[in-house]
């Protein structure tokens, strides 16, 4: 995808802000300079676009409007019903989906709507384990799912690092669940929906996609979807698919009564409706053909990059990736993943380590790094791109004592794919 021009970026808004509290616009200014000066690859982060940045900056943000367009608990509600009307449509043609709920405000929001949707407390769910790349909201126990939730777990087999469905299978069967999650945060794998649906089925069991990470890349065609599949497909709106930060939720006909109800007034009460307007645009978005060229090319950077990480001595775990992320063993170079996470923030690359599967080291330490793509296909980068990525990579992580001229290189390679224009 090419570069995006940004100006008149901060418009007469900025120039509000910066009279009016010049400590907070300043701060705005060094944020902006702090992404666009580093590579930014963290998996789950990307650049939106300044038409949902402008969405989210409006007074959209001043409305309240509990309920849903038609059924609201407060007047006034006409123009955010239209945004609202026009989000859902745009949600229910691009992902084929029967029902969208646009007003979670985060994946963690969205995830919780569907466990009072579908389970009452103390009942089972079948999920991805944490250390094997599932979220917080899978079972975590000191998240409200393992608190008040029975939760069983799935994982990885030691010697493919993919899914173990026959492991999904037999604790589907041994606990019988009320509902089962497909997703992950840190799988670099295609997961197997058709697979999921059928011990769902022989189980009876709701059957839950936390789309998170990869949605984006099922908007832009450019892996298969969840939808035809799962129940309700939950997801956040700022990853791949480059929308404003917040939550979405998809489901069958049959349960939109029942997700709509668990969103609001169960989980949440007023909808962020400037959220909620920039979630359309980023739909609008997402539904053209240069966006389904950026998905493409998200994974095509992907697999170059950790193919180029790979010969930098670090291990894709399982292999390499189908997706917009890749994890990386680092136990042969003897550098846990806090200290790759830390050299590489001294030398202007952002990424986090990660445990990767039947992780030796605690959380905090971790053996991995993960690296994701969406931001630097945003600036328009590629395939050849990512091979001077994971050599900046990998001159980071094992000479420390470079961080300085690896940050050069950086500020060079990103100066020629600039996110945000300086206008
Ligand atoms: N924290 C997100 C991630 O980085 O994967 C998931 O919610």
Not at 75 to 84: F, L, N, T
Not at 229 to 247: E, I, M, Q, S
Request: net charge negative; hydrophobic share 45%; proline share 6%.
């Amino acid at each position: 995808m090419s570069a995006m021009t940004t100006a008149p970026f901060w418009g007469p808004d900025f120039f509000e802000l910066e009279q009016e509290d010049p400590e907070i616009a300043g701060i705005l200014l060094s944020e902006l300079e702090r992404a666009r000066s580093g590579l930014q690859l963290i998996a789950s982060e990307n650049f939106t676009s300044p038409a949902v940045l402008a969405a989210l900056g409006s007074t959209l943000s001043n409305k309240y409007a509990e309920g849903y367009p038609g059924r609201r608990y407060y007047g006034g509600c006409a123009e955010v019903d239209k945004a609202e009307i026009i989000g859902i449509e745009r949600a229910t043609a691009l992902f084929g989906a029967e029902h969208a709920n646009l007003q979670p405000h985060s994946g963690a929001s969205a995830n919780l709507a569907a466990y009072g949707a579908f389970v009452a407390p103390g009942e089972t769910v079948l999920a991805m384990s944490l250390p094997h790349g599932g979220h917080l909201t899978h079972g975590s126990r000191v998240n409200f799912s393992g608190r008040w939730f029975d939760i069983a777990s799935y994982g990885v087999t030691k010697d493919t690092e993919l899914i173990d469905y026959d492991q999904v299978r037999d604790q589907a069967l041994a606990h019988r669940p009320k509902m089962i999650i497909a997703g992950a945060t840190a799988y670099p794998r295609l997961i197997d929906f058709a697979a999921f649906r059928t011990i769902a089925d022989e189980v009876g069991a709701i059957l839950m996609v936390d789309a998170a990470h990869f949605i984006g890349l099922v908007a832009g065609k450019a892996i298969p979807s969840p939808v035809p599949y799962a129940d309700v497909v939950c997801f956040t709106t700022h990853k791949v698919l480059r929308g404003p930060r917040g939550g979405m939720i998809l489901c069958k006909a049959e349960h939109a009564k029942a997700i709509d109800k668990a969103v609001f007034p169960m989980m949440q009460g007023g909808p962020l409706m400037h959220a909620v307007a920039a979630k359309a645009v980023a739909l609008k978005e997402a539904a053209t053909p240069g966006y389904q060229r950026y998905a493409a090319n998200v994974i095509a950077n992907a697999q170059a990059l950790a193919a180029g990480l790979a010969a930098e001595g670090m291990r894709p775990v399982s292999g390499g990736t189908d997706t917009h992320l890749a994890l990386l063993d680092l136990q042969s170079l003897g550098v846990t993943g806090t200290e790759a996470e830390q050299r590489c923030d001294a030398a202007a690359i952002t990424l986090n380590k990660n445990a990767i599967p039947y992780d030796p080291q605690p959380p905090m330490v971790a053996s991995g790094i993960r690296v994701g793509t969406p931001s630097v296909t945003t600036q328009g980068m590629e395939p050849a791109d990512m091979k001077e990525v994971a050599s900046l990579i990998g001159r980071a992580v094992t000479q420390p004592s470079s961080a300085a001229a690896v940050a050069a290189e950086v500020s060079t390679l990103v100066a020629r794919h600039p996110a945000y224009e300086r206008p």
